[in-house]
T-cell receptor, first 113, second 114 residues
Framework: GAVVSQHPSRVICKSGTSVKIECRSLDFQATTMFWYRQFPKQSLMLMAT?????????EQGVEKDKFLINHASLTLSTLTVTSAHPEDSSFYIC?????????FGQGTRLTVV | AQKVTQAQTEISVVEKEDVTLDCVYE???????LFWYKQPPSGELVFLIRRNSFDEQNEISGRYSWNFQKSTSSFNFTITASQVVDSAVYFC???????????FGGGTRVLVKP
């Protein structure tokens, strides 16, 4: 199947700093990518839909100024967590569609200290 | 609005036992896709199956089998002769054919003891 690569897999940052997470579709082009957040022992919650060449669409309750999404090319979307706080610590995972199938990145475990 | 319910939060079995994971969904769409994913402790999501709403045939893949019952809006997953490596969280998900968003169930944690 198609491959989606997410980087980094783990990151620890200090409170108040920003962290960028990259999501790449390696062998297909993705005009749309999705960013999910997963708290420990919980399900995946869609944060936003990343659209190539246009603004991302955020789900209700997700702060767009805090979670900046850029989808500058057909194979790369980035999520930047700005001014991170400990409550932003979570597992972030991206997804891209290839035909009717959704492929997921490996996920990024963010810890804010 | 769409909803996926996995009533079992955690199931514990002994190796070689069969285990069935329930998934019930709600949608107003007539065409949709159903998925099962496995999430091992490492965190990545592993695709297991996709089922089109018009295809109610049950499917078997090795020790995995799926039972799709449109009449009861259920898409259950059975692991036969479970193994320790099957220990993971399993998610059922729904996606309307006309849209892109996946709605996930709450997940079922399966623990297979040796």
């Amino acid at each position: 199947g198609a491959v989606v690569s997410q980087h980094p897999s783990r990151v620890i940052c200090k409170s108040g700093t920003s962290v960028k997470i990259e999501c790449r579709s390696l062998d297909f082009q993705a005009t749309t990518m999705f960013w999910y957040r997963q708290f420990p022992k919980q399900s995946l919650m869609l944060m936003a839909t990343s659209n190539e060449g246009s603004k991302a669409t955020y789900e209700q309750g997700v702060e767009k100024d805090k979670f900046l999404i850029n989808h500058a090319s057909l194979t790369l979307s980035t999520l930047t967590v700005t001014s991170a706080h400990p409550e932003d610590s979570s597992f972030y995972i991206c997804s891209a569609r290839d035909n009717a199938e959704a492929f997921f990145g490996q996920g990024t475990r963010l810890t804010v200290v | 609005a769409q909803k996926v319910t996995q009533a079992q939060t955690e199931i514990s079995v002994v190796e070689k036992e069969d285990v069935t994971l329930d998934c019930v969904y709600e949608t107003r769409d007539t065409t949709y896709y159903l998925f099962w994913y496995k999430q091992p402790p490492s965190g990545e999501l592993v695709f297991l199956i996709r089922r089109n709403s018009f295809d109610e045939q049950n499917e078997i893949s090795g020790r995995y089998s799926w039972n799709f019952q449109k009449s009861t809006s259920s898409f259950n997953f059975t692991i036969t002769a479970s193994q320790v490596v099957d220990s993971a969280v399993y998610f059922c998900a729904l996606n309307p054919a006309a849209g892109n968003k996946l709605t996930f169930g709450g997940g079922t944690r399966v623990l297979v003891k040796p």
